[in-house]
């Protein structure tokens, strides 16, 4: 029974993860982004102290962040050039597309799925969307995808943009410390970071992932 329950519960952890890449494919990535994110969310979740259900929960729930973006028309996801104010107001829908996907269930990695995809665009000082949510008033694992992703897309090829250095990323992430960022996370941004380059050494966009 025991085997039964941990084979049950690896299957919904790859099904998470799975559909997280997903919206990646259609966003034209390769799905590495989700792989990476969710691991730099886990050392951060781990740096925090929280207990190993909770950061274990961080990491399988972050990959869905995004999940939202697969109710984007093509012509606004997929646009190579700037978005108008229309186009750009349909594309923060995203993070409500996402939690109206995951749905309200009472399982803790599914709402804390939610919680992910509906907060990881709300910023510190209140200025995010789509709530504009405020501080603590964001779930805190919102604030530590927030962090995650922000990081990994700066620092990678985008059709849109060249990658930008990890010194460049990290200056501007310092710089955004309690504006964009919970101001308490990027101290232990820095203390992780040798995890994660380690990480974004491994996860390069020409690794294929089965």
């Known amino acids: ?82 978005l108008d104010a229309d186009e750009w107001t349909l594309m923060k829908k995203h993070t409500e597309y996402g ?38 008033e964001i779930p805190l694992e919102g604030r530590i995808v927030a962090l995650a992703d922000v990081f990994d897309i700066l620092t990678t090829d985008r059709p849109y943009k060249k990658a930008w250095t990890v010194e460049d990323t990290v200056k501007l992430i310092d710089q955004c410390a309690g504006t964009h960022f919970d101001p308490d996370l990027v101290p232990m941004f820095h203390a992780v970071m040798p995890e994660i380059l380690d990480i974004k050494e491994q996860c390069v966009e020409t690794v294929s992932f089965s």
């Open 99 to 136: 939690a109206e996907i995951i749905g309200d269930h009472p399982s803790e990695l599914l709402q804390m799925s939610r919680e992910i995809a509906l907060t990881h665009h709300e910023k510190w000082d209140g200025s995010g969307y789509p709530k504009g949510l405020k501080g603590e």
């Open 1 to 82: 029974m025991r085997e039964r329950t941990e084979e049950l519960n690896d299957t919904r952890f790859e099904i998470i993860r799975r559909l997280g890449r997903a919206a990646e494919f259609r966003d034209n990535e390769s799905g590495l982004h989700v792989i990476r994110m969710s691991h730099y969310s886990r050392l951060l979740a781990e740096a925090y102290g929280g207990s190993d259900e909770w950061v274990e929960n961080v990491y399988n729930a972050s990959p869905m962040h995004d999940i939202g973006k697969l109710g984007i028309p093509d012509s606004v996801l997929l646009k190579p050039d700037k």
